[in-house]
């Protein structure tokens, strides 16, 4: 049993999180994506996470980028 979202609901909750509407999430809609998850992770390993799902290193994390980390966290 796992509480990771399907790839459909990760994209609602992603679409949902990126204000900008520019298919990428800065930090602070990554935070909010994870509180919407309903995932209690602290700044710094929102921080953590964030870097490390950012696969091309361009300060954002696109869906698939966002997907990846979220299937790794599953
Ligand atoms: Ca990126």
Not at 8 to 22: C, E, P
Not at 53 to 66: C, H, M, Q, R, Y
Request: aromatic share 10%; no cysteine.
């Amino acid at each position: 049993m796992t509480t990771t979202p399907a790839g459909d609901d990760l994209h609602i909750v992603f679409t949902r999180a990126d204000l900008g509407g520019d298919q990428r999430l800065d930090l602070m809609e990554f935070t909010l994506v994870l509180e919407d998850l309903g995932l209690s992770w602290t700044r710094s390993e929102t921080q953590d996470r964030f870097e490390k799902a950012d696969a091309n290193l361009d300060g954002f994390i696109s869906f698939e980028e966002f997907r990846a980390v979220m299937e790794a966290q599953g």
